[in-house]
Each structure stands twice: as C-alpha cells, then as structure tokens.
C-alpha cells in the first residue's frame, strides 16, 4: 500500500513539473489581466519619441534567446563580467523599454510577470507597429540566476560562414529555414558602420570589397559608410525599406543588395539559398506566406532554453537579481 502511494506522489509531482514546463498563450490572463496591453503601451509609447525602437526591441529578444535561452539574463547589469557587455551584443540596447514595462506591471501585480516575458511580448508588439504580423505569444517563462558574459561567445556575427551561421542554429534547435527568416528580420532597423568596413574595404585582407555586392549597389554603400569615415554612423539594413516589416529584405539578399555579409551569405549554401528563392518566382503562391513562417519561427526562437515553474524567478527590476 506504502508502495502504491509512493508511487502515486511521484506521478502527480511528475504531472506537476510538466504542466508548469510549458509555455502557453494567455499565461497571465488571470494572473494579471492587463499584462500584455501594458507592454504594449509601453512599446507605443517608446516608438514614438525614437522609430528606431521597434528593431532595437526585436534584435534584444534574439540575442536574449541565443544565450542561456530565453531567461531575460541580457538584461542583467552586474558590471564588467555580466552578459550584455559581450562583444556579441555590441549595439544591443531597449533595456529601459524593458525596465520601464516592468515597473509598470510590478505596480499592477506585484511580482507576477517576468522579466523574460516582458522581452518577447514587446519584440510582438515591435513587429505589429513596424506593419509586420501580429502573433500571439506564448508566456509563462521564468527569469533566470545567470548572466556571465563568457556565455555569449556564441553569438551569431555578421562576418560567420554560412557553414558557422547554420552550425549556431542548429545548436539552438533551430534549423535552415529558422536561419534564412530571423535573418530576415534586419528588414527594420539600421546597423553601423563599424560592422560595414571590412566587407567594403577589407573583405580579403588585401584591400578589396566583398564580390558578392551588386556592383550597383557598392558605390552607395561606399558613401554610407567612406574608408576612415565615422564608423558610428548608421544606415538601413534593408535597402529601400529600413523603416517596413516586408519580405524586401529577401529579394534584396538574393539581388545582391545585401547591407550585412551574413545576410548576404544565405546565397552561399544551397538549401538557404532555395529558402529565400522560393518566396519569389512562379512557385511562391504555392509557398506559406512569409509573414507566416516569420511568425513560426519567432514562436519557435522564444521557446529556445525557458524556464518555468520553479526553474527560476520573477524579478522585481530586470536589471537586477532579486
């Protein structure tokens, strides 16, 4: 009998453990109702003082996810050895959105929403007021206790292979397609020079400009970004359509106006390079929309590495552990 009741705790606590392993859609819509309109206004509001918000928004949630997984630990301000000083989130910014979003709801309900929520909520609502797809997201993810910047040598960066680029991913959980459409989110947002002037002015150690930039294409981004100009000074990451969630992006990879060499480098590999094609020609009306394998792909991306129940914390301030 001893045994059988044993054996019925294990199982409920096993049951227990699962259900709270899971993300779901509307997490929060009992334990705090207004919990996504909040981030939502916050978001708004942040987007008007500075249109720049929305891609800044979005590439925090990425580089949030492809460290420790999605845990908020980006957010963690602890001086010199926490994870947001990694050279990998060089120009990785939003924090005060965040911050600002999470002492809104700690004033609606305490200790209730997490911080890492709090991130893929508003990279959502970055996405709808860029004109991109909105999409519901799953919450119910808990903060985590580490932010150590030696875990961020893995950061994707522009100047990887594709070969490096794929590897990443999969080590992720996230395959080809996965990489070809999260790349295709720089079609909002702007990037720096400093990122630009080896692939114009150094992309072979001799001097010479990336061969795969239409030759159209290069003397604009030449005066974008001058030899010795000022590497801070940014330009749009999708030509002709910085300011717009759309699909331009990819027809600019495939054309050769790419801004960034990684996105460029999608061509390079012949399974990414039948991704990107097949939103474009007689097949593409055969194809899910892009918007779409967007969306599945960003849910995909923001279950990377979460943890729930008791597999990690709420914070009362983001940048801090409690």
């Known amino acids: 009998m001893r045994l059988i009741v044993l054996s019925l705790i294990i199982l409920f606590n096993s049951l227990i453990q699962v259900s709270e392993a899971q993300l779901k859609v509307g997490f929060y819509s009992q334990l705090c109702p207004n919990a996504e309109s909040v981030v939502a206004d916050v978001v708004r509001d942040a987007t008007k003082s500075n249109p720049q918000f929305p ?20 957010l963690i301000d602890n001086g010199s050895t926490s994870e947001r000083g990694a050279f990998g989130h060089q120009g990785v910014n939003g924090y005060d959105v965040i911050e600002n979003a999470k002492a809104n709801l700690e004033r609606l309900c305490p200790g209730v929403v997490s911080c890492a929520d709090i991130v893929a909520m508003a990279a959502r609502d970055a996405v709808a007021l860029s004109h991109g797809p909105f999409y519901q997201v799953e919450t119910g993810r808990k903060d985590g206790m580490v932010s150590d910047i030696n875990l961020a040598d893995r950061m994707p960066d522009v100047k990887d292979s594709i070969h490096l680029l794929k590897q990443k991913f999969i080590e992720k959980g996230l395959n080809d397609k996965d990489l070809v459409i999260l790349s295709a989110a720089h079609t909002i947002g702007t990037t720096a020079c400093f990122f630009m002037e080896d692939r114009l002015y150094n992309f072979d150690q001799r001097g010479s400009s990336d061969p795969s930039i239409n030759p159209r294409f290069l003397p604009e981004l030449s005066s974008s970004c001058p030899k ?5 000074a940014r330009l749009p990451m999708d030509h002709g359509s910085g300011d717009k969630f759309d699909i331009q992006i990819l027809q600019n990879i495939r054309t050769g106006f790419a801004v960034l060499q990684s996105d460029a480098q999608l061509m390079n590999d012949p399974t990414t390079r039948g991704i990107v094609d097949s939103y474009f020609g007689v097949l593409a009306p055969l194809t899910r929309p892009f918007e779409a394998d967007f969306v599945t792909s960003m849910v995909k991306m923001g279950r990377i590495g979460v943890r729930t129940g008791s597999n990690g914390t709420i914070r009362r301030v983001c940048k801090s552990f409690n």
Do not use: K, P, T
């Open 228 to 232: 010795n100009g000022d590497i801070n």
């Open 55 to 74: 891609a800044i928004l979005l590439r925090l949630h990425f580089h949030d996810c492809f460290v420790e997984g999605c845990d908020g630990s980006i």
